[in-house]
């Protein structure tokens, strides 16, 4: 043809040059993957042909004392479908469209939603019942790509809710999954959210076994490779301290009102009943809970989420006085049956008037007496005597201003109104608010279950018990029932004499003739108590009642808080009579 | 009439032998591969296997149509059947009615045709005409400009179809076409430098080194400081109006460039395919897992097993031993015909066999990269290899084109 080749030989050779590192590339790369990492590739080929399946490990059980199970697992059971797999089978989304009458494209739609990969078993139907749940077993074969996953649920045995003993469960939330994402949590597993279901989760919980299913060439499972199988873990289960009877009892108590009751055992420390009202059933929020319950629940003006047993911080009221009782006795301020002070009905500091809640007066009264009638004018004739340091310290002694630790979540502090305290809040301060806080006003703060230690210290003699719920650990890997061990050695600083003055007081209160009250006292079961209204400056006042029996076959403490509910002695001190007396019956009958 | 038959069968008879043994010791390691990799599929490419041997006949016709054509036939059209492949590759964009799928495909009845594949031999044609007949002097510009132009045109069109594979290799036949015709290496330079400011332009460090570097070649190459700052002042304005750019366009727009560049952008999830690629890959080890024992390609981890990844699947069945047997097969041919373009006996015939060889070279070095991670996934199939019509007609035609080229 016309034109030469006049290529330049040179050109050639670079030309090769560069193929040769092209192919150099080429070849060093894939001795790299073929023979530099073969095993770790290898192996995880050999992992590719199993499909891994989660086995939900069973959730730890709940017993009550007598170990009658109060809280196990039901199944419910979820459609599930293999993207990979139903993608070869049209067909069966035609057949799930007819059966559930639903158009493919939401049925698809819902699998796109909620899938995490195309070789993951992805939900389609969550709960489904009894009668799909057969056809879908009948029909399994012609269903290629679909399988039924059981779901475990919680269940709670009859008679009480125990809303805020057990709490609740449900699925991990994202900020909880970042921080446990060292304990091999993933999205969508199940966790304690409130109560012991939160406390104990590492307990309860367990482990999840795995299902190696085989996979045939068009990725259908073809069978389990049982030699692979890793057994799930049960959780371990818990024996409480409640006593499911007295529970059901106590909730029906208060079932109408917003409040808390809390029967324990004031020499150890165990929770015999512990109820908050308003509450929820636990079991809603295991299962698929309907938007219109969840907003019944989180919307309620009266927070039925919120353990009132632990979190509700009030002022406690007149039976706070004991706490100045105590100090007056410690530090031998003034004598219980020699000293008196006469209240007139009001006391007067500087140009303030501070009122008695009985007008005209108990007249002339020793502190035995004080106690009974439950007299302000004594206790702010008392203070005015008293070290303030000092009552704050006995105030910490005795529990307040900080957390029992009690193994429940999120328990609130209340509050002990110290020097510090003061200062910041208030900056000059006089003793004014000295007087309101003697009687349990103003800045003081306590929980019920601060209540249910203090008044434990003062029945057992002083007696640091911790209160709790869980009793034994009973753990299924190790066959091995484990009591957990709880502290409750002699609080130091409190001396037998300070407080044999303050039960005798609480004696005259039930039993007194003048007692506040004792329209609740029953007889034979040497009761003690305390009644305490504290003001509410929004409505109604609050009323508390702490007591205990001074049996000692019957040593149980019980505080009563009801919230708007008047008075101590008028609502509080009447449902302890009940628990009482039920209780006491029923003792008696089991013996 | 009867010398012209005799003329057909004495080039027959001419062939380069080696070529086409290597050539069918390839297609053959293809048909077995396509063979495992389909044997369990349910879906429509379950006969793979015979329909590639069909194509494999097919291709083979069109490797005897297009070597037998007479090379002044070529020179003579060449303008004419450029303008023809630039139609068919504007036509996908009408007749797919589909916005979201891409423009690459025509539908005549039931086969599909994807008409660049055409458009490389006619850019290699025409380009081949070019270096055979310009008159203009190697060492002036202006030589590079008019296939530059020729290039761009159909790599602009297939762009947009999207088509970032079948671009490249238009550009790496247009690159190794000029190269080897030989062409100043600093017009190539002066061809990259843009592309290499525009990526240098989302760094400073990187913008400021780049800068540096092409001052001191452009300043070495040009007598005149005229041009010298022509040259260097459009290049850092190119860089300059970069970022700006970028910054004016959607994010959609920015998120489908560079998913062109990255694919693992790609929610469809071709990183997933990567992975895949890799494990079935380094699991054939040294000597493989046996033939029909690939548990990667048999449980479908690669959903494009016997077409783009169809080396992952040699590469899991056979092992490290045969997979350097293949790339020795594919340099060995690449080699041959790259010497016999030095060798041909006009230029025209020299410049066909280049873009050819270069062609197929591309092919094989972007998909064994795709499939070994080091290359975005691109979707170009593997030469002889991969299952498919189009591409199969396409490769034995180029090889017609090469050993035309290389026949007298």
Known sequence: MHSQNDLNPKRFIIIVIIMIILFSILLVRIYDLQVVKYYDLYSRSIENIYRKIDILAPRGKMLDRYNRVILYNNSSYNLVVYPAEIHEYPETWNKLSQYFQLPISELKSTMKKNMIGYYFPTVLKENIDYQTLTYLYEHMLELQGIDLVAKPVRKIKEGANAAHIIGYINQIGKKDLKAKKNKKYKAGDIVGWKGLEKEYEDILRGQNGIKFMKINAIGQNIGEEYSKRIEPIPGNDLILTIDWDLQSYVESLIEDTSGAAIVINYLNGEILALASMPDFNPEMFSTNISDKDWRDIVYNPKYPLYNRAIQAEYPPGSVYKLVAVITSQEDSVVSPSNDTFNCPGYYRLGRRIFHCWKSSGHGSENMYEAIEHSCNVFFYKLMLKLDFDEWIKYSKILGFGQLTNIDLPDEKNGNVPDRKYMNKTYGRWGKGYLLNFVIGQGDVLVTPIQLAKYVSIIASNGLNIKPHLVKVIYYHEKNKLVTKKYSKDKIEGLSEQSLNVVREGMRRVMQGEEGTARYSNIENLDLHGKTGTAQNPHGKDHAWFIGFSGKSSFPYAVVIFVENGEGGSKTAAPIAKKIYKYYWDLHNNEK | ?408
């Open chain 2, 1 to 408: 009439m009867k010398n012209k038959y005799s003329l057909i069968i004495n080039k027959l008879t001419d062939i380069d032998i080696q070529s086409i043994i290597i050539i069918f010791l390839l297609i053959t390691v293809g048909l077995l591969s396509i063979y495992s990799a389909t044997i369990y599929k349910t879906s429509s490419d379950s006969n793979a296997f015979l329909k590639q041997m069909i194509w494999v006949c097919i291709g083979m016709i069109t490797f005897i149509i297009v070597y037998s054509i007479d090379k002044k036939l070529l020179l003579g059209y060449a303008v004419f059947i450029y303008f023809i492949g630039i139609v068919l590759i504007i036509l996908p964009f009408f007749t797919s009615g589909d916005t979201e799928s891409t423009n690459r495909w025509i539908k005549m009845g039931f086969v599909q045709f994807q008409t660049s594949e055409y458009m490389k031999f006619f850019l290699i044609i025409i380009l081949a005409k070019y270096f055979a007949e310009t008159n203009i002097s190697k060492y002036s510009f202006l030589y590079v400009l008019p296939p530059l132009i020729i290039s761009l045109v159909p790599m602009g069109i297939v762009l947009v179809q999207p088509d970032l594979g079948t671009s490249l290799i238009l550009l790496m036949i247009f690159g190794g076409m000029l190269f080897a015709s030989g062409v100043r290496l600093y017009f190539i330079f002066l061809l990259i430098a843009p592309i290499i400011t525009i990526f240098a332009a989302f760094n400073q460090t990187v913008f400021y080194i780049w800068g540096v570097v092409l001052a001191v070649v452009i300043f070495i190459n040009h007598s005149d400081l005229l041009s010298f700052a022509g040259v260097f002042i459009g290049n850092i304005l190119i860089g300059i109006i970069t970022p700006f750019v970028w910054d004016k366009i959607l994010p959609y727009q920015q998120q489908r460039i560079l998913t062109l560049f990255n694919a693992n952008l790609d929610p469809r999830g071709a990183g997933y395919q990567v992975i895949q690629s890799k494990i079935a890959i380094g699991s054939g080890g040294l000597w493989g897992k046996g033939y029909l024992n690939g548990t990667q390609t048999h449980l479908q981890f690669l959903p494009e097993q016997h077409t783009d990844f169809i080396f992952s699947v040699i590469s899991e069945e056979f092992g490290f031993i045969v997979v350097a047997i293949i790339l020795a097969l594919f340099f060995t041919l690449f080699y041959r015909w790259y010497k016999m373009a030095f060798k041909a006996a006009d230029k025209f015939s020299a410049m066909l066999i280049i873009g050819g060889t270069t062609t197929l070279l591309f092919h094989v070095f972007i998909n064994i990269g795709m499939t070994i991670g080091l290359l975005p996934v691109t979707g170009k199939p593997l030469p002889f290899i991969s299952y498919g019509g189009s591409f199969l007609i396409t490769c034995f035609g180029l090889v017609g084109l090469i050993l035309n080229g290389n026949s007298d």
